[in-house]
């Protein structure tokens, strides 16, 4: 992911370090370690170092030239995009800081698979999308033995939640 070791080096443009951590990976894994590629949209780019975008390119140019085989993903912080006010809510009331936070993105629910696609081939090579969708695959067969229990159906707390920050505010207000 973007806060990887790898990405660090290459958006500080130290490809030969981003290798090397990249081959440290390769060493342990071998034949199972595969590089992670998500969307982004955003272009922070501080001074001197690459965007986002720019620096995901490379690290997928870095691990095609190492054979280190690619695996879409996505950064899921809510399950639908209807809740990206209450997460960003949540993070807010979580935050230690006194100032709001800053959460700018809009994809961080759950896409299905053609959403995410058509995101992706729009800042990463088509070829290279194609590829690592189809190493999902790949992954979900090498788990396939290995038991998981089902989880429980999610409870929409939303009410829960608004009523427990009215008694808050409150609490507050009367103090």
């Known amino acids: 992911g973007i806060k990887s070791e790898a990405l660090y080096w290459i958006r500080n443009n130290d490809e ?10 390769k060493n342990v894994f071998k034949d199972n370690f595969y590089s992670e590629i998500e969307y ?21 140019e870095i691990s095609n030239h190492m054979n280190i085989p ?53 800042v990463y090579p088509d070829k290279d999308v194609d590829k690592a969708f189809e190493n999902i695959k790949v992954i979900e067969n090498l788990c396939e033995d290995i038991p998981v229990q089902k989880a429980n159906d999610l409870t929409d707390c939303s009410d829960e939640l608004i009523k427990l920050c009215e008694e808050g505010w409150n609490k507050l207000r009367k103090g």
């Open 70 to 122: 690619l695996v879409a993903t996505n950064d899921v912080k809510y399950v639908k995009i209807e809740d990206r006010a209450n997460y960003r809510l949540y993070a807010n009331i979580m935050s230690s800081s006194k100032e709001n936070i800053k959460f700018y993105k809009d994809h961080c629910h759950m896409p299905d698979e053609d959403e995410l696609k058509n995101r992706m081939k729009k």
């Open 40 to 60: 982004q949209e955003m272009n922070r780019n501080p001074e001197g170092l690459l965007t986002e975008i720019e620096a995901f390119n490379k690290f997928i």
């Open 16 to 25: 030969k370090r981003a290798i090397e951590c990249l081959l440290e990976w």
